[in-house]
Structures are given as structure tokens and as C-alpha cells.
């Protein structure tokens, strides 16, 4: 079953302030989603966090386009 279309032209910003690793995802999506603010102590760590709130977002779009 086909849940419905819809355009995603994310950007990324990533970079290290001497202390933590920090990343910033603009979903740029038609439904306004927030950006989302990601820090870490470590690259590793930080590809476990980015990874996991893309799976959130997924999520969050699949369970809206369910209903």
C-alpha cells in the first residue's frame, strides 16, 4: 500500500568546536519540521544520533500519512 508522496531536500552542517561534535539537520520538509540540533562526544557517536533521528523522523512521517 502506498502511503503518499512527499518531497524531502534535507541540508546537514556538521562540525567540531574543539569539545564535542555537533550536527544540524534542516529536514526542509512541506510539513515545517523543526531542525534538529545533535552533539557528541565522539564521530562514532555522533552517526548513532544523526541515524537514530532519522529513523524518528521516518517514523513520525509514516504514523501521520497512516491515519
Not at 2 to 30: A, N, V, W
Not at 37 to 47: D, H, R, S, V, W
Not at 52 to 60: D, G, P, T, V
Request: charged residues 25%.
Amino acid at each position: 500500500m502506498k502511503l503518499q508522496d512527499f518531497q524531502i531536500t534535507p541540508s546537514f552542517s556538521i562540525y567540531h568546536d574543539g569539545m564535542e561534535y555537533h550536527c544540524r539537520i534542516d529536514f526542509d520538509d512541506q510539513f515545517d519540521t523543526e531542525p534538529q540540533e545533535i552533539k557528541a562526544e565522539n564521530p562514532e557517536t555522533l552517526a548513532v544520533r544523526v541515524t537514530n533521528a532519522w529513523r524518528q523522523y521516518i517514523s513520525k512521517m509514516l504514523k501521520q500519512h497512516q491515519t
